[in-house]
Protein backbone atom coordinates (compact mmCIF):
# COMPACT_ATOMS: atom_id res chain seq x y z
CA UNK A 1 0.00 0.00 0.00
CA UNK A 2 1.19 3.56 -1.08
CA UNK A 3 1.47 6.13 1.70
CA UNK A 4 1.15 9.93 0.47
CA UNK A 5 1.91 12.83 2.56
CA UNK A 6 1.00 15.83 1.23
CA UNK A 7 3.27 19.02 2.44
CA UNK A 8 3.57 23.06 1.85
CA UNK A 9 -0.15 24.88 2.60
CA UNK A 10 -0.36 27.61 4.63
CA UNK A 11 -2.05 31.08 4.68
CA UNK A 12 -1.54 33.24 2.25
CA UNK A 13 -3.06 36.97 0.57
CA UNK A 14 -5.22 36.53 -2.21
CA UNK A 15 -2.82 36.75 -5.34
CA UNK A 16 -0.24 35.13 -3.53
CA UNK A 17 1.25 31.46 -4.28
CA UNK A 18 2.08 27.88 -2.94
CA UNK A 19 3.73 25.62 -3.79
CA UNK A 20 2.23 22.36 -2.33
CA UNK A 21 4.30 18.40 -2.92
CA UNK A 22 3.24 15.19 -2.47
CA UNK A 23 5.48 12.61 -1.44
CA UNK A 24 4.61 9.10 -2.09
CA UNK A 25 6.24 5.70 -0.41
CA UNK A 26 6.82 2.76 -3.11
CA UNK A 27 8.05 1.51 -5.72
CA UNK A 28 6.70 2.17 -9.56
CA UNK A 29 5.44 5.73 -8.27
CA UNK A 30 6.64 6.26 -11.65
CA UNK A 31 3.94 4.19 -13.69
CA UNK A 32 0.85 6.17 -12.17
CA UNK A 33 -0.73 9.03 -13.38
CA UNK A 34 -1.24 11.31 -9.82
CA UNK A 35 -4.00 13.74 -9.65
CA UNK A 36 -4.46 16.38 -7.10
CA UNK A 37 -7.51 16.90 -5.30
CA UNK A 38 -9.33 19.53 -2.65
CA UNK A 39 -12.15 19.24 -0.13
CA UNK A 40 -13.80 22.50 1.04
CA UNK A 41 -15.97 22.74 3.81
CA UNK A 42 -19.47 21.72 3.48
CA UNK A 43 -18.46 20.56 -0.18
CA UNK A 44 -17.50 17.22 -1.84
CA UNK A 45 -13.88 16.21 -2.99
CA UNK A 46 -13.08 17.70 -6.40
CA UNK A 47 -10.43 16.87 -8.87
CA UNK A 48 -8.05 19.83 -9.32
CA UNK A 49 -5.92 18.37 -12.07
CA UNK A 50 -4.31 15.32 -13.08
CA UNK A 51 -0.97 14.22 -14.84
CA UNK A 52 0.13 11.14 -16.74
CA UNK A 53 3.06 8.48 -15.72
CA UNK A 54 5.05 10.62 -19.05
CA UNK A 55 4.27 13.96 -17.55
CA UNK A 56 1.06 15.03 -19.53
CA UNK A 57 -1.38 17.51 -17.72
CA UNK A 58 -4.68 18.18 -17.35
CA UNK A 59 -6.04 20.70 -15.29
CA UNK A 60 -9.70 21.82 -14.40
CA UNK A 61 -11.39 24.85 -16.17
CA UNK A 62 -12.13 26.34 -12.63
CA UNK A 63 -7.87 26.87 -11.69
CA UNK A 64 -6.68 26.54 -15.35
CA UNK A 65 -3.65 29.22 -16.45
CA UNK A 66 -3.11 29.93 -12.67
CA UNK A 67 -2.26 26.05 -10.80
CA UNK A 68 0.02 23.33 -12.62
CA UNK A 69 1.10 20.15 -12.09
CA UNK A 70 4.61 18.71 -12.10
CA UNK A 71 6.22 15.59 -10.73
CA UNK A 72 9.96 14.32 -10.03
CA UNK A 73 9.76 10.31 -10.53
CA UNK A 74 13.28 10.06 -8.59
CA UNK A 75 11.65 11.74 -5.58
CA UNK A 76 8.51 9.83 -5.81
CA UNK A 77 7.02 13.62 -5.48
CA UNK A 78 4.44 15.93 -7.37
CA UNK A 79 3.68 19.28 -7.09
CA UNK A 80 1.01 21.55 -7.15
CA UNK A 81 2.40 25.03 -8.02
CA UNK A 82 -0.70 27.29 -7.39
CA UNK A 83 -0.61 30.89 -8.63
CA UNK A 84 -3.26 34.16 -8.05
CA UNK A 85 -4.68 32.51 -5.38
CA UNK A 86 -8.56 33.17 -4.56
CA UNK A 87 -10.58 32.74 -1.38
CA UNK A 88 -12.46 30.19 -3.32
CA UNK A 89 -9.06 27.95 -3.21
CA UNK A 90 -9.63 27.27 0.18
CA UNK A 91 -9.50 23.72 0.82
CA UNK A 92 -7.72 20.87 2.00
CA UNK A 93 -5.53 19.44 -0.99
CA UNK A 94 -5.00 15.89 -1.26
CA UNK A 95 -3.03 13.63 -4.01
CA UNK A 96 -3.99 10.17 -5.07
CA UNK A 97 -4.09 8.54 -8.34
CA UNK A 98 -6.98 8.22 -10.01
CA UNK A 99 -8.78 4.85 -11.55
CA UNK A 100 -11.89 6.98 -13.31
CA UNK A 101 -15.24 7.08 -11.70
CA UNK A 102 -14.44 9.31 -8.82
CA UNK A 103 -12.57 6.40 -7.09
CA UNK A 104 -9.02 6.41 -6.23
CA UNK A 105 -5.83 3.97 -6.17
CA UNK A 106 -5.00 4.23 -2.22
CA UNK A 107 -6.16 4.89 0.86
CA UNK A 108 -5.96 9.31 1.34
CA UNK A 109 -3.43 11.14 3.10
CA UNK A 110 -3.92 13.78 5.85
CA UNK A 111 -4.09 16.67 2.99
CA UNK A 112 -2.47 20.10 3.38
CA UNK A 113 -4.58 23.07 4.37
CA UNK A 114 -4.85 26.43 2.22
CA UNK A 115 -6.10 29.54 3.38
CA UNK A 116 -6.52 32.40 1.13
CA UNK A 117 -7.25 34.89 3.17
CA UNK A 118 -6.77 38.86 3.71
Known amino acids: QVQLVESGGGLVQPGGSLRLSCAAS????????MGWYRQAPGNQRELVGT???????NIVDAVKGRFTISRDNAKNTVYLQMNSLQPGDTAVYYCNSPLGNRLVQWSWGQGTQVTVSS
Open 51 to 57: ITSGGFT
Open 26 to 33: GRMFSTYS
